[in-house]
Nanobody, 124 residues
Framework: VQLQASGGGLVQTGGSLRLSCAAS????????MAWFRQAPGKEREFVAA????????WYAESVKGRYTISRDNAKNTVSLQMNSLKPEDTAVYYC??????????????????WGQGTQVTVSS
């Protein structure tokens, strides 16, 4: 699976952005998809995930109520709608794909494939 993230940019505090991740391959619907982010000098952290059919989602506490993850298995895409953005949301955002396993959706090490990252900068 190859992943291509897009949609990052510069936005003011309180603004919105929508990230998209396009996946190659015919087995997209078998993967749990997620977004992680990494700010300068910090470790990569979990943001949101969505299971194969879209029936279950998970969010980091810091983004609950502001971010929404969704997927379209017919188009092999996963999106992250980010509202009410804050300066602390500034980071490189990565999409990732996790094959079925018992590993936690919150763990970086659970994911098998990663996109190249897209920069999100929120100005104060």
């Amino acid at each position: 699976v190859q992943l291509q993230a897009s949609g990052g940019g510069l936005v003011q505090t309180g603004g919105s952005l929508r990230l998209s991740c396009a996946a190659s391959g015919r087995t997209f619907s078998r993967y749990t998809m997620a977004w992680f982010r990494q700010a300068p000098g910090k470790e990569r952290e979990f943001v949101a995930a969505i299971e194969m059919t879209g029936g279950s989602t998970w969010y980091a506490e810091s983004v609950k109520g502001r971010y929404t993850i969704s997927r379209d298995n017919a188009k092999n895409t996963v999106s992250l709608q980010m509202n009410s953005l804050k300066p602390e949301d500034t980071a490189v955002y990565y999409c990732a794909a996790k094959a079925p396993s018992f590993k936690s959706v919150f763990a970086v090490t659970a994911y098998n494939y990663w996109g190249q990252g897209t920069q999100v900068t929120v100005s104060s």
